[in-house]
């Protein structure tokens, strides 16, 4: 494995969008909005921070990378060797965009620096999936690509695939944010059976539509029943937005995670600035204060050197 040198090292790890519509709880992207890290090792654990969220985040170890790293540490039996952090912060919090789970990523990642041994992927992932709740996004910033997720009972099954069409993700970020225990908060006890068979199938057809290559199929396969009717309302004007990155050649448009970021999908590298335009001016009509930004899918997961 990777050591610390006194000089330091560079980590990279991706953002995400999660849920992608139908796949609530189980499908994650990940994208190239990125959460940076520069660690060397140091007689005490210090923290600077820069970017989304500096004057938010923590600066000691109940700061999230930290804390996973001195969790995963102790879980394996690692020894929890002091480090100094600069953590520069490009994922906007509290949108639906996996800072959590970035974060997450960043200090499992940490921890396995310190193992004389790989540690195993599958341990990684269940230990931050315990932490943050879900898997999605963890997964996707972990691995990188189009991850599938099932997360039961302490047990994590997972596929990933980086054999993608080469989208352009335009992403709408609201001046809002959007704990996603609120969300959660919003959803329902119990669906309609109706409801439940409609979305196993869209999430059917969003497997088969990216893997497969028929983008035709995406606009129906983000189509869901169980949270976005339920969320979109904390949102001002979302289903005029979606219509807009739609008449403006979306292939796919959907609430990222538990928002408030609404991300619209484009095979189309010509059609991303009209899209994110579109999205923009539906934003301005509804009074919805909101930033534009483009970006790719990234196929790999979190990188250090």
Sequence with gaps: MLKIPETGLEILVPGSTSNLGA????????????LRLRVRPADAFHVVLSGEGESELARDTSNLVLKTYLRACEQFNLPAKSIALEIHNDI???????????AIAAGLHLASLQSETQLPMQQLLELGCEIEGHPENLVASMLGGFCVNCYDSGRLHYAQFTSLPAFKAVLLIPDLTISTEVARRLLPKSVQFADAVANVQRAGLMVAGLLGGDLALLRQAVSDTLHQPFRKKLIPGFDGILAAAYEAGANAAFLSGSGSTILALTIDPDAAERIAKALKAAAVEVELPARTKIVELHTSGVQSR
């Design 92 to 102: 906007p919090l509290s949108r639906g965009l996996g800072s959590s789970g970035a």
């Design 23 to 34: 796949g609530f709880d189980t499908f994650g992207l990940a994208l190239r909005v990125y």
